[in-house]
């Protein structure tokens, strides 16, 4: 491995930071109550950016903490109907002649509306964290050996899985952002409230899933955090990524 591969920065007992530039056409945050239609939150959450940054690196002894989200971008929205079905389809060895959907059948599809975002453009700032480890035969990496793995996919463009902001058909480019430069948003000098939106999901151990949710607005183009809202049974010393 050539030494220009390597990004070191940091010494590695320091917390070690990414800052990433996402961009795309459209995206799509899906607001989870509502169930038929898609509508997007004005911002990404928490967890759809973990996505993206897995997308590009993933190993099941660390985990993202998103430090900081800036929008760049004018908020926009646009609005399309698609034909969806209404039954589940089934492939693989489940999959029989009976039980095939056919799309052109009558009444198995229904015209649903998405609410999406359109050129977004994102400044994310995330440090990685250590996890227990699940797999106890495969390799341990230090926070340094992370921070290079991710850091030479994203330079090589060798992704784990395509990216995508929220939803499979919305790509996402996903760029390496200096340190040192300065961020240029829409919003600077602006308050945007975006009252109560889903900030993560938090996960424990055993797969667990517990929604938080937050306050949030938007303070010269930076989303901020304000009172958290936890379900009731949050177990809060076993939750991984808090």
Request: proline share 6%; hydrophobic share 30%; net charge neutral.
């Amino acid at each position: 491995m050539n030494n220009t591969d390597r990004h070191t920065d940091m010494p590695d007992n320091k917390p070690k930071i990414i800052r990433v530039c996402i961009e795309g056409k459209r995206a799509l945050f899906t607001r989870p109550e509502l169930v038929a239609e898609r509508q997007s939150y004005p911002v990404p959450t928490k967890s759809a950016l973990k996505g993206i940054l897995r997308a590009v690196y993933k190993h099941d002894g660390m985990n993202y903490r998103i430090l900081s989200i800036h929008v760049c971008n004018q908020i926009q929205t646009d609005v399309v109907w698609r034909n969806e079905l209404t039954e589940t389809q089934i492939y693989g060895e489940n999959y029989t002649p009976k039980n095939y959907i056919d799309r052109n059948r009558r009444n198995c599809s229904s015209p649903r509306g998405t609410a999406f975002l359109k050129n977004v453009r994102y400044i994310v700032e995330a440090e990685i964290i250590q996890l227990p480890h699940y797999w106890p035969d495969s390799k341990e990496h230090t926070l340094a050996e992370h921070y290079d793995i991710f850091y030479r996919h994203l330079r090589r463009g060798a992704t784990q899985h395509a990216p995508w902001i929220g939803c499979r058909e919305f790509e996402a480019n996903v760029e390496e952002y200096p340190q040192n430069k300065e961020i240029q948003t829409y919003y600077k000098n602006r308050k945007i409230d975006l009252g109560l939106i889903l900030e993560d999901l938090h996960y424990t151990l055993d797969g667990r899933e517990y929604p938080v949710i937050a306050e949030a607005k938007i303070e010269n183009g930076t989303i901020i955090y304000g009172k958290r809202y936890y379900p009731e049974d949050y177990p809060r010393e076993e939750v991984l990524d808090a």
